[in-house]
């Protein structure tokens, strides 16, 4: 049987781990962390569990390809899903925008709200309908598609591609701008990170979300992740963690061996890098191996930017059932670090329907501020001082806090601070370039990555994971897994065991 080592056991990871199973190889995943999920996870603190990852799933709808994707691999087998009653609500100007699931009650809110902006609403809502039909294509990488593929594919697209290409062509401001009332464009402009400025963003995310597409696993993230652990080792998968590749050994253009930082070795016939690709390309490989696609946008962070996070864990001592579950709110200028831009909103999602989250009676919150390159920039330096680097973390929660309890003064005296992430975090837990939580953003400026995962000159050892298309996230991680496998069986010429 031949042998296929895994670097990185997140969703990508996992996924080609449990693929690989199914069709006959025998693979071991090695993790530099104790634990596995990557970027998925969550954690316990003082009695509380901060969930560090989803916000939304695209997959959870019952009967569509993604969905059937992600319990083949273990993931949602069996788990119950919460429906939330809207995306996201903005406060601007003392006025409340709804991103509500039901499209027909958010355009009927928004036209309430602004009489105006009928024809915009209408047409933005027309459009996000038409992607109701949508479904992520997940049976085969484009490389793998025959011309028979491609036209059915085309066609299955058809209504979805005309609406993404027309907002793939705008940016989210100049969509907010076709909208009078100044609490529709701030929500619009603002409804992803900053990076992400293509109006083509909010379209998907509202289409899946108002289509029933995405939603929210119930047990959160780590529990996911943890449950695709489950499935990988009972088809006989292999883990090893706190388990850091730092080298391969090489001969005639093939992989034959992966070293750790601990001194373990891995031989294998193939290896899939489901980590990082700056780790692939500048650690193991030695910018030996340069990939052109990668460098372009790693030279150009303008058009291809990345968003980092700091992620701020509250704990309340009290319920939440009347605040939308996820909100923007405008605060009093907050500053984070000399060099950063100073937040003038600040976004928390509490997890009221998670009783297991807190302790009875509680609800845990969480606050992403989103980090670009200058930023980020201050964070890598700030870190060089541990003590700063500490102080800057815990000031920052203490005016999250404070804000929060000038937005909502009954929870004065009921906030606790539980943790505080910055990009750093994410860089010293997953190795993730410049602490990004995902790919590339797609810019109107930048062209899309569509990339095989093949590397130049090497022939048994492959990239894998939410890199490999823009924007990255979840489903991104679980379909390349999936797909390294499905073209490593047509090298080897084994058909693909996809259920
Ligand atoms: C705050 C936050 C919110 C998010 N919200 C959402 C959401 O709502 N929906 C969504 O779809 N996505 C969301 N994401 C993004 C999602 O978490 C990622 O897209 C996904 O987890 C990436 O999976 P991956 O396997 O490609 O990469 P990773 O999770 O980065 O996994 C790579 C793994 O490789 C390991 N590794 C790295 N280097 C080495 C090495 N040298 N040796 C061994 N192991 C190594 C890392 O430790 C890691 O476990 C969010 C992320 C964050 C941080």
Redesign the pocket.
């Known amino acids: 049987m031949k042998r296929i080592v895994i670097?990185?056991?997140?969703?990508?990871?996992l996924s080609a781990g449990i693929f690989a199973q199914k069709n006959g190889f025998t693979s071991t995943i090695?993790?530099?962390?104790h634990t596995?999920?990557?970027?998925?996870t969550g954690w316990n603190r003082h009695g509380y569990h901060i969930d560090?990852?989803?916000?939304?799933?695209?997959g959870t709808k019952e009967g569509t390809p993604l969905r059937q994707l992600w319990d083949t691999v273990g993931a949602l087998d069996g788990v119950e899903i919460y429906h939330p009653e809207s995306f996201m609500a903005v406060e601007h100007q003392g006025v409340t925008v709804h991103f509500y699931r039901d499209l027909e009650r958010l355009q009927a809110s928004w036209l309430a709200l602004s009489p105006e902006d009928a024809d915009a609403i209408q047409e933005l809502c027309q459009n996000i309908r038409k992607l109701h039909s949508f479904t992520m294509p997940v049976d085969k990488p484009q490389d793998m598609m025959n011309i028979f593929d491609k036209i059915k594919f085309m066609l299955s697209v058809k209504d979805a591609g005309a609406v993404m290409q027309k907002y793939g062509k705008m940016t989210l401001h100049q969509l907010a701008n076709t909208f009078q009332h100044p609490a529709l464009r701030k929500a619009i402009a603002s409804f992803l990170p900053e990076g992400n400025d293509i109006a083509m963003s909010i379209i998907f995310a509202l289409g899946t979300f108002t289509g029933d597409q995405s939603s929210i696993p119930v047990g959160g993230s780590k529990a996911l992740a943890m449950r695709m652990v489950e499935k990988y080792v009972s088809l006989g998968g292999t883990v090893e963690t706190s388990?850091?590749?730092?080298d391969v050994k090489m001969e005639q253009g093939q992989v034959n061996q992966v070293i750790c930082s601990d001194g373990r070795s891995f031989d294998g016939d193939f290896f899939v890098a489901?980590?990082?690709p700056h780790?692939l390309y500048e650690?193991?490989l030695k910018g030996r191996y340069p990939d052109p696609q990668f460098q372009k946008r790693y030279s150009n962070p303008k058009d291809y930017p990345l968003a980092s996070?700091i992620?701020v864990g509250v704990g309340f001592a009290g319920t939440m059932d009347d605040i939308p579950r996820t909100l923007k709110f405008p605060v009093e200028s907050l500053d984070i670090n000399e060099n950063g831009k100073p937040i003038e909103y600040l976004q928390m999602t509490h997890y009221g329907y998670e009783p297991s989250f807190a302790p009875p009676g509680h609800t845990v919150i969480t606050f992403?501020i989103n980090q670009f390159a200058p930023e980020l920039d201050a964070w890598e330096n700030l870190i060089k001082d541990r003590e700063a680097y500490k102080e800057e973390k815990q000031r920052i929660g203490a005016n999250v806090l404070r804000a929060m309890e000038q937005r909502f003064p009954h929870m004065k005296g009921k906030l606790q601070l539980l943790d505080v992430v910055s990009p750093q975090t994410?860089e010293r837990?997953?190795?993730?370039y410049r602490g990004a939580?995902?790919g590339f953003w797609p810019t109107i400026q930048g062209k899309e990555l569509m990339h095989n995962g093949k590397i130049k000159g090497l022939k048994n050892m492959v990239l894998s994971?939410?890199w490999l298309q823009p924007p990255?996230?979840?489903?991104?991680?679980v379909i390349t897994g999936k797909d390294t496998i499905m073209r490593l069986c047509k090298q080897e010429k084994k058909p693909f065991v996809s259920s």
């Open positions: 670097i990185g056991g997140g969703i990508a990871g090695i993790e530099k962390h596995l999920g990557g970027e998925c560090g990852c989803i916000h939304w799933l695209v388990c850091e590749a730092v489901a980590c990082d780790v650690r193991l996070n992620y992403a994410y837990y997953c190795n993730a939580f995902m994971g939410q990255g996230g979840l489903p991104i991680a």
